[in-house]
């Protein structure tokens, strides 16, 4: 078990991080590339494990990304992320993103994700991130969730492992 005291999930979420979409950010089917708004849910992510941790993180794992919905030209994007949960060093980062019509306020969700992170010492070992202390339903169903979806990371590493022999 933790030594470190728990931090609740509010002391490093991000709630609603802005994002305007601009031509530049469009793919050749004319929605948003969809690599640039995973690289931003990335970076977005080393900021809620590094202020949960208070320390240097990397990502580990990037896993069930869902596109449900296209963000199109003049949309603007909304980024939700929060530590779902840790595990001595590792910690699960979930992201939502919306997508905004400014003119009207009608938001679209499109975009989910998990991250993993790794938080590292001053000599790049891992070192133990403190406990998640979820505080709503929302949060508790999350930290619940991310239980499983560990041990179906673990299990997929454990098979692959046996696979390559």
């Known amino acids: ?3 470190k005291p ?3 999930v509010a002391a490093s979420a991000i709630d609603k991080h802005v994002y ?3 031509p530049n950010d469009m793919n050749s089917h004319n929605t948003v ?3 640039m708004i995973m690289a931003k849910c990335d970076r977005l992510a080393l900021v809620v494990a590094e202020r949960h941790s208070a320390h ?3 990502t580990a794992a990037v896993d069930s990304i869902h596109f449900r919905a296209p963000a199109k030209g003049n949309d603007t994007l909304l980024f ?3 530590l779902n949960r840790s595990w001595g060093s590792s910690m699960e980062i979930g992201a939502r993103v919306e997508a905004e019509n400014s003119y009207t306020g009608e938001t679209r969700h499109i975009l989910s994700a998990f991250f993993t992170f790794v938080a590292l010492d001053k000599n790049d070992r891992p070192v ?3 406990p998640v202390i979820p505080e709503t339903k929302d949060q508790i169903r999350r930290y619940e969730k991310a239980e499983i979806r560990r041990e179906g990371r ?3 590493r454990d098979a692959l492992s046996k696979a390559n022999g």
Do not use: D, I, Y
């Open 1 to 3: 078990m933790s030594e």
């Open 6 to 8: 728990g931090k609740p």
């Open 20 to 22: 305007k979409v601009f």
């Open 33 to 35: 590339f969809g690599g």
């Open 56 to 58: 240097v993180c990397v």
């Open 80 to 82: 939700n992320l929060s």
């Open 128 to 130: 133990e991130a403190p």
């Open 154 to 156: 673990l299990r997929t």
